[in-house]
T-cell receptor, first 116, second 115 residues
Framework: DTGVSQNPRHKITKRGQNVTFRCDPI?????LYWYRQTLGQGPEFLTY????????KSRLLSDRFSAERPKGSFSTLEIQRTEQGDSAMYLC??????????????FGSGTQLSVL | GENVEQHPSTLSVQEGDSAVIKCTYS??????FPWYKQELGKRPQLIID?????GEKKDQRIAVTLNKTAKHFSLHITETQPEDSAVYFC??????????????FGAGTRLAVHP
């Protein structure tokens, strides 16, 4: 499968613990996004990377959340001191920088986080 | 603010009937409107998209229409089949001066196609 890869697929943690998720985008894609999806809702934008630079961060993202893309390839999303409200599906998506500002966005299968 | 409204939230049709899902967006500068299909437990999959320089696009049984003046766009599925059953999300782009964009998604429509 040469699509966007995310791991783990599922993560169960206790409130107050830290968790880290990983995303491997499609290899030639330099643009990477993190979204969060709760049950019955559409994906909600969290943050955006162009190569290794984090260019956009949602105001909804608390300071407990941090994302990195150190070499412009894979990305990690860390949540510190998890809360039950953090329970959601965390989706990664990638696209290439083409001739248009808007290129097709491809999603990974997500990491389902459950905070007990 | 940035907002995409989608309706209906659920839609039930008989196999062979047509299904229509409608979305409205708030940012008049949005110029890209994709539709995603998400089956239970799977990733959102892009099924069709439309850019603001056209009013309609078709791909086999799927079509999308765009009315930029009214800021709404719709997904049309004809001759529905049970495998069309899924949650469908519309999205609109928010563009930034740096030449990149982000997508704002609607809340989704759960489509059920009954044999």
């Amino acid at each position: 499968d040469t699509g966007v890869s995310q791991n783990p697929r599922h993560k169960i943690t206790k409130r107050g613990q830290n968790v880290t998720f990983r995303c491997d985008p499609i290899s030639e894609h330099n643009r990477l996004y993190w979204y969060r999806q709760t049950l019955g809702q559409g994906p909600e934008f969290l943050t955006y990377f162009q190569n290794e630079a984090q260019l956009e961060k949602s105001r909804l993202l608390s300071d407990r959340f941090s994302a990195e893309r150190p070499k412009g390839s894979f990305s990690t999303l860390e949540i510190q001191r998890t809360e039950q409200g953090d329970s959601a599906m965390y989706l990664c998506a990638s696209t290439r920088q083409g001739n248009s500002t808007n290129e097709k966005l491809f999603f990974g299968s997500g990491t389902q986080l459950s905070v007990l | 603010g940035e907002n995409v409204e989608q309706h209906p939230s659920t839609l039930s049709v008989q196999e062979g009937d047509s299904a229509v899902i409608k979305c409205t967006y708030s940012d008049s500068a949005s110029n890209y409107f994709p539709w995603y299909k998400q089956e239970l437990g799977k990733r959102p999959q892009l099924i069709i998209d439309i850019r603001s320089n056209v009013g309609e696009k078709k791909d086999q049984r799927i079509a999308v229409t765009l009315n930029k003046t009214a800021k709404h766009f719709s997904l049309h599925i004809t001759e529905t089949q049970p495998e069309d059953s899924a949650v469908y999300f519309c999205a609109a782009s928010i563009n930034f001066s740096g030449g990149y964009n982000k997508l704002i998604f609607g809340a989704g429509t759960r489509l059920a196609v009954h044999p």
